[in-house]
């Protein structure tokens, strides 16, 4: 019903910056929790930052709050992650992911549209 795809990925050098970019298509529900996990080698998903729309609410990882900002274009279905002082350890696919509904969760076992994932790299 809905189709996500993503953008922006690539590989920076410690300390610099990159914008991600998600957009839905296909059949789109007006209330739903739109969002970024990431996966790393030999690590579970983890959750980035996701937003409810439309209201607005958004919630980020404790690994990446003061350096991730998520923005969105409602008119294109979009919504971008802004990722600035990049580390090593930002280095994992990155997958942007859409559930049904008003209520934020932070776990990917309950987000049923998933995107094909653009990796990102930092090096040192």
């Known amino acids: 019903q809905v189709q996500l795809v993503e953008s922006g990925g690539g590989s920076v050098q410690a300390g610099g910056s990159l914008r991600l970019s998600c957009t839905a298509s296909?059949?789109?529900?007006?209330?739903?929790?739109m969002g970024w996990f990431r996966q790393a080698p030999g690590k579970e998903r983890e959750f980035v930052a996701a937003?409810?729309?439309?209201?607005?609410?958004?919630a980020y990882g404790d690994s990446v709050k003061g350096r991730f900002t998520l923005s969105r274009d409602n008119a294109k279905n979009t919504l971008y992650l802004q990722m600035n002082t990049l580390t090593p350890e930002d280095t994992a696919v990155y997958y942007c992911?859409?559930?049904?509904?008003?209520?934020?969760?932070?776990?990917?076992?309950?987000?049923?549209?998933w995107g094909q994932g653009t990796r990102v790299t930092v090096s040192s």
């Open positions: 992911a859409v559930r049904l509904g008003n209520y934020l969760q932070q776990s990917p076992l309950v987000y049923s549209y």
């Open positions: 296909g059949r789109t529900f007006s209330t739903r929790v």
């Open positions: 937003i409810v729309w439309p209201d607005g609410f958004t």
